[in-house]
């Protein structure tokens, strides 16, 4: 079974700011995705960015960018330049690759970031 | 819409009863899978579909818990007997494919159920 763990519940910073989220997980399988989604007020969860585990190039979708360190099992996601549109509560989630079907997604417990003006 | 719409939004039962919720996915996408999230925490993993067939149910908590897709498109979660533990908001999601480039799970708005 995989676990994600994201050790910031909640933070804040002001707009125009750079923030960095943290994310780890545990698992044993080699070959998997790793995500990023936000999810606003609304609570309809959107995809910020998606990273292939057998990619070792971080992926970038203009102002997010993630640090993945595939050994230490880390995937922390920066966000530049941050607008009043950022807030919202971020999951990490880590979802196997290959098999028959497609898989759940686990998801770790959000980081709840909050951009002040 | 092009998007994965739910319904109802909002579901208020009282214990014991038993409720249906609905997920309309974006049409063609072969993968529907369900998710329940507390309040205050991630969503977790309850049952996955390919067309009509439920590949994985693992994350059912219970036998009350019951996911339907008989003709591969419209997803059905049923849940007998509600307890007050059953409150969450029950979120749907749907993907082109089953794997590879085509694995990304477009989510709808949830249904917010809570049990009194």
């Known amino acids: 079974a995989q676990t994600v763990t994201q050790s910031q519940p909640e933070m804040s910073v002001q707009e125009a700011e750079t923030v960095t989220l943290s994310c780890t997980y545990d698992?044993?399988?080699?070959?998997?995705?790793l995500f990023w989604y936000k999810q606003p007020p609304s609570r309809q969860m959107i995809l910020v960015i998606r990273?292939?585990?057998?990619?070792?190039q971080n992926a970038t979708e203009n102002r997010f960018s993630v640090n993945f360190q595939k050994a230490a099992k880390s995937f922390s996601l920066k966000i530049s330049d941050s607008q009043l549109g950022d807030t919202a509560m971020y999951f990490c989630?880590?979802?196997?690759?290959?098999?028959?079907?497609?898989?759940?997604?686990?998801f770790g417990k959000g980081t709840h970031l909050i951009i002040q003006p | 819409g092009a998007g994965v719409s739910q319904s109802p939004r909002y579901k208020v039962a009282k214990r014991g009863q038993d409720v249906a919720l609905r997920c309309d996915p974006i049409?063609?996408?072969?993968?529907l899978f369900w998710y329940q999230q507390a309040l205050g925490q991630g969503p977790e993993f309850l049952t996955y579909?390919?067309?009509?067939?439920?590949?994985?149910k693992s994350g059912l908590p219970s036998d009350r818990f019951f996911a339907e897709r008989p003709e591969g498109s419209v997803s059905t979660l049923k849940i007998q007997r509600t307890q007050q533990e059953d409150s969450a908001v029950y979120l749907c999601?749907?993907?082109?494919?089953?794997?590879?480039?085509?694995?990304?799970?477009?989510f709808g708005p949830g249904t917010r159920l809570t049990v009194l």
């Open positions: 579909f390919q067309n009509e067939a439920q590949l994985d």
């Open positions: 989630a880590f979802m196997k690759r290959g098999g028959g079907g497609a898989d759940g997604l686990t």
């Open positions: 698992t044993s399988e080699n070959n998997y995705y």
């Open positions: 990273q292939e585990a057998y990619k070792q």
């Open positions: 049409s063609g996408h072969v993968s």
């Open positions: 999601a749907s993907s082109l494919g089953v794997g590879g480039t085509h694995s990304e799970q477009f």
